[in-house]
C-alpha cells in the first residue's frame, strides 16, 4: 500500500478540492491510502471527503484561532499549522507528500524539509501571475522546485511557466483535470428551467465560477450591458459560484447596467449538471486560469463554449469547432461572440456535439485517475514503466 498526504490550504468548494474529491477515492480503491492536511480550515467539502473515507487533519486549535483579530490571528494559525503538519509527518510517514497550490506549496514543502525524508510532489493548479506582486515568495518557490521529486501541471501553460521558472523537463508530468462524464448525461431540460421558473423559449446562459476578480464577471456585465438590446427579450444569464466578497458590487453593476432582471445569482451549488442542462451556451470571462473544470463540464453537458483564451482555457476550447475564444478584459469582443452564439441555434447545438465528444475522448475522469496513480507509482518504484 502506497501512503499519499495531501497539503493543501482548505476544502473550500473550488476546482482543485472538487478535482481532488473525484480522483481521491478512486485512489484509495487502487491501493493508494490518502490523507488530507488542511493549512487554514476544513472547508465546505471536509465532510465529503471523510464519508468517502478519506481523513482530513486541520491545525491544532484552527477554530479559536481563527476568531482572533487577524494580525494575531494569522501569525499563530501559520505556526500552529506547521508544527501540526510536521508531527504529522514524523508520526504518519507518508509515502508520498503532495503539495496543492501555492499557500500549501510554502508552508508544507518549507516544514517537510525538517521531517522524515518522503517523495515530495508539487501541484500547480494555477498560472505564476501572483509571483509578480511576491518576488520574495516567488524565490523561495523557485528554491523549492528543485527539492521535489514530481511537479504536475494541469495545462501546457502551466509546465511552460514552470519550465520558465527552471525546472527541468524530466520532473515535470503533465495530468489534465478529468470530470465524469456520467454526470452530465441524461439530466432534465424542461424540469431544470421549470425549477428556476424559465421557460422552455428563453436564452440562457451559464457562467459557473466562484465571484472573484479574476474571474471576469464585471467584463460579462459590461458585455451583456452593450448587447443587450440585440438579444431576444426572454434571455437569462445563471452565475453560479460562492461570493468571496465582489457579489454585492456585481449585482449593483447589474442593476445600474439595466440587466439585473435578466441575471440569476445562484451561489455555490450541487447541481451544475441540472443547470448545465437548462443552458444554451456556457461562459468562463477568467482573466488566468490553469485548466478550468467548468469548460469542461459546459463541454460534458453539450454546450458550446465562450471563453477567454488564458492559459488552459485555449487548450480545452476548439475555437470554431466546440466554440470561440475571445481575448481577457475585452467587453466588446466578448460581447460579439455572445451575440454570434445567440442568434444561431445550428451553430450551437454542432459545437455542443463536438464539445461533449472532445470531453469523451481527452477528458475522461477515468483517465486522469490512471495517470496519477501510474505517476505514483512509478515515484515509488522508478523502474516500473506503468
Given amino acids: 500500500m502506497t501512503s499519499l498526504l495531501i497539503v493543501i490550504n482548505n476544502l473550500d468548494s473550488g476546482g482543485a478540492e472538487r478535482q481532488l474529491l473525484a480522483v ?54 501559520l505556526f500552529m499549522s506547521a508544527l501540526t503538519l510536521l508531527c504529522s509527518l514524523y508520526r504518519r510517514r507518508p509515502n508520498i507528500l503532495q503539495f496543492v497550490m501555492p499557500p500549501a506549496y510554502l508552508v508544507g514543502a518549507l516544514v517537510s524539509l525538517a521531517a522524515p525524508k518522503a517523495i515530495r510532489v508539487m501541484s500547480r493548479r494555477n498560472l505564476n501571475l501572483y509571483q509578480r506582486r511576491r518576488p520574495l515568495l516567488a524565490r523561495v518557490e523557485h528554491w523549492l522546485h528543485g527539492r521535489m521529486v514530481a511537479i504536475i501541471g494541469n495545462s501546457e501553460a502551466i509546465l511552460s511557466e514552470l519550465r520558465g521558472e527552471g525546472v527541468p523537463n524530466e520532473r515535470l508530468h503533465l495530468i489534465r483535470n478529468g470530470i465524469d462524464l456520467a454526470r452530465f448525461s441524461g439530466s432534465d431540460r424542461s424540469g431544470a428551467r421549470a425549477t428556476l421558473g424559465i421557460r422552455d423559449t428563453a436564452l440562457i446562459m451559464i457562467t459557473v465560477a466562484n465571484l472573484i476578480p479574476y474571474k471576469g464577471h464585471a467584463d460579462l456585465l459590461l458585455a451583456l450591458a452593450r448587447i443587450k438590446r440585440r438579444l431576444p427579450p426572454d434571455w437569462h444569464l445563471l452565475c453560479v459560484g460562492r461570493d468571496d466578497g465582489i457579489g454585492a458590487a456585481l449585482v449593483q453593476n447589474a442593476a445600474q447596467a439595466g440587466i439585473g432582471q435578466h441575471v440569476h445569482w445562484l451561489g455555490s451549488r450541487d447541481d451544475i449538471p441540472d443547470l448545465l442542462a437548462a443552458a444554451d451556451i456556457g461562459l468562463l470571462c477568467s482573466h488566468q486560469e490553469g485548466f478550468p473544470n ?65 470531453a469523451e475522448r481527452d477528458f475522461a475522469l477515468a483517465r486522469t485517475i490512471a495517470d496519477y496513480a501510474a505517476l505514483y507509482r512509478r515515484l515509488i518504484e522508478p523502474g516500473r514503466n506503468t
Avoid at 29 to 51: K, Y
Avoid at 312 to 340: F, M
Wanted: net charge neutral; proline share 8%; charged share 20%.
Fill in 24 to 77: 481521491l477515492p478512486a485512489l484509495k480503491r487502487d491501493g493508494i491510502v490518502p490523507r488530507i492536511h488542511v493549512l487554514t480550515h476544513r472547508g465546505a467539502l471536509a465532510a465529503r471527503f471523510e464519508a468517502a473515507g478519506i481523513p482530513v487533519d486541520e491545525p491544532w486549535a484552527a477554530a479559536r484561532l481563527q476568531q482572533l483579530p487577524a494580525m494575531l490571528g494569522r501569525p499563530l494559525l
Fill in 294 to 358: 467548468a469548460i469542461l463540464e459546459a463541454m460534458a453537458a453539450g454546450l458550446p463554449v465562450i471563453a477567454t483564451r488564458v492559459g488552459g482555457s485555449s487548450e480545452a476550447v476548439v475555437e470554431g469547432e466546440t466554440g470561440l475564444l475571445v481575448p481577457a478584459h475585452d467587453p466588446e469582443r466578448l460581447g460579439d461572440a455572445i451575440l454570434t452564439l445567440a442568434g444561431d441555434a445550428e451553430m450551437r447545438s454542432a459545437f455542443g456535439r463536438a464539445g461533449r465528444n472532445r
